[in-house]
């Protein structure tokens, strides 16, 4: 967190002592400026005045223009030049909460620093969308560089991505415009990725769209799937369970996650009680179907060709599979003592 060297809640009280005793009011209980910190709506402060919410608004604009051509606000002019240079530094385009928690985690200094955002003329901000949080900014340019490089980023990718934070960041500085050297820094970049509602990062700390359950895991086959992802290699269910509850804290008890498993086609059973992901390549079915599929992709094939071929898709003992090869109801050998399907 950052100290600023100019006490918000201070220099606010100096700019509301300016205003008229209603406008100092409409604009503490708008931006939550008084004692206990809480923003009313135009509606509420409409409702205690007895005036329309078009009112309020009215006076609300006129208060923030009172204090910007104020002696006071002039007085204050070093305060606000370092907010602006805390968000150059900080990318130039930030997410307001962001901001505020990069300055305060108090409730009352945030809403001072907020209407120090409203009042500054350097300031810009962009209100929640679909794709983007409440942003801020100072420069227009920059602001669309950085939003349609990430419109770009979101664009290219689907709900089976899941992409490592070196290269989200990397992805994202090849679909940007040229940006100053100094915002192309990881922990700007972040930043940068954090403004957006589309893109997020899951709880291993790898990134993909929010509608990815890879990113929202929301059940144990998800957990699972992220569990042997991270693992690489095939791995027994009684480890996947012990996975989920260390690295997601989720009890996991092992028969759920073994029928979780069972159930879902993203899982294959490659050996007693191994499972891999099938988007690995391995086959799926017994070691029956295995050995069917491997002699329909390459021909008939010798004993040692077939045991070779059916080891690289399942852990299991070499007898099993001659064992399985030598039924006459699935297959046949021939003179050459090639086994093709019967």
């Known amino acids: 967190m950052e100290s600023l060297q100019h006490k918000p809640k201070q220099i606010v009280k100096k700019l509301l002592a300016v205003l008229p005793e209603r406008a100092k009011d409409v604009i503490i209980s708008r931006y939550g400026l008084g004692k206990d910190p809480k923003k009313m709506t135009l509606e509420a402060i409409g409702k205690k005045y007895g005036i329309t919410r078009e009112r309020v608004r009215q006076v609300e604009n006129y208060a923030l223009n009172s204090i ?12 606000f030049k370092e907010l602006e240079d805390l968000m150059h530094n900080l990318g130039g385009v930030i997410s307001e909460e962001d901001f505020l928690n990069h300055l305060s985690k108090d409730k009352s200094s945030q809403y001072a620093i907020h209407s120090m955002l409203v009042l500054g003329e350097a300031f810009k901000k962009e209100k929640e969308d679909d794709h983007f949080k409440h942003r801020w900014f100072i420069n227009d340019e920059l602001s669309r560089k950085v939003h349609d490089a990430l419109k770009k980023l979101y664009n290219s990718l689907n709900n089976d991505h899941l992409v490592s934070e070196l ?6 500085l090849n679909q940007v415009e040229e940006i100053s050297d100094s915002y192309k820094d990881d922990t700007v970049v972040r930043r940068y990725l954090s403004l957006s509602k589309m893109i997020g990062r899951n709880q291993l700390g790898e990134w993909g769209l929010i509608t990815s359950p890879n990113i929202r895991a929301k059940g144990m086959r998800d957990y699972a799937f992220l569990v042997i992802r991270k693992h690489g290699s095939p791995i027994h269910f009684r480890e996947v369970a012990k996975q989920i509850e260390k690295l997601f804290g989720k009890k996991a008890h092992v028969a759920t996650t073994h029928n979780e498993l069972i159930k879902d086609p993203r899982f294959v059973l490659v050996g007693r009680g191994l499972y891999a992901l099938a988007e690995w390549g391995y086959m799926s079915g017994v070691v029956k179907d295995v050995i069917k599929k491997v002699i329909e992709k390459h021909g008939p094939l010798t004993k040692d060709q077939v045991i070779e071929k059916v080891l690289k898709e399942r852990y299991v003992k070499e007898n099993t599979i001659i064992v399985n090869l030598q039924n006459p109801k699935y297959f046949k050998k021939d003179r050459e003592g090639k086994y093709s399907i019967a």
Do not use: G, M
């Not at 910007?68 to 305060?79: H, Q, W």
């Not at 290269?167 to 994202?172: K, N, T, V």
């Open 68 to 79: 910007r051509k104020s002696d006071a606000y002039t007085k204050e002019k070093p305060a």
């Open 167 to 172: 290269d989200i960041i990397a992805q994202f």
